[in-house]
Nanobody, 116 residues
Framework: QVQVVESGGGLVQAGGSLRLSCTAS????????MNWYRQPPGKQRELVAA???????NYADSMKGRFTISRGNAQNTVYLQMNSLKPEDTAVYYC??????????WGQGTQVTVSS
């Protein structure tokens, strides 16, 4: 089992920045990829960024150049640095851990609200 907890959401003005944190616990040695997803109001959940255990990263096109996913010194911590935020970035942001056995674990989500 893996437990995932997000933090760092909040209210920010357009053009501002936020950094989200995600900490995994439990069987962290089994984690292959950690992802950030988001779900805007009334819309489906979408992938924001991903980072593998080897450090490879991937981003949704609309986030490239504005968002950066990275790992902390402790391999069970992942960050999402969000710059130049726009009102359309308003969403609940979820951290997701996927193990080598393809099991998926989700956090409870953290709200990000960008005001215009």
């Amino acid at each position: 089992q893996v437990q995932v907890v997000e933090s760092g959401g909040g209210l920010v003005q357009a053009g501002g920045s936020l950094r989200l944190s995600c900490t995994a616990s439990g069987m962290i040695f089994s984690i292959d990829t950690m992802n950030w997803y988001r779900q805007p109001p009334g819309k489906q959940r979408e992938l924001v960024a991903a980072i593998t255990s080897g450090g490879s990263t991937n981003y949704a096109d609309s986030m490239k150049g504005r968002f950066t996913i990275s790992r902390g010194n402790a391999q069970n911590t992942v960050y999402l640095q969000m710059n130049s935020l726009k009102p359309e970035d308003t969403a609940v942001y979820y951290c997701n851990a996927v193990t080598r056995a393809a099991r998926s674990y989700w956090g409870q989500g953290t709200q990000v609200t960008v005001s215009s």
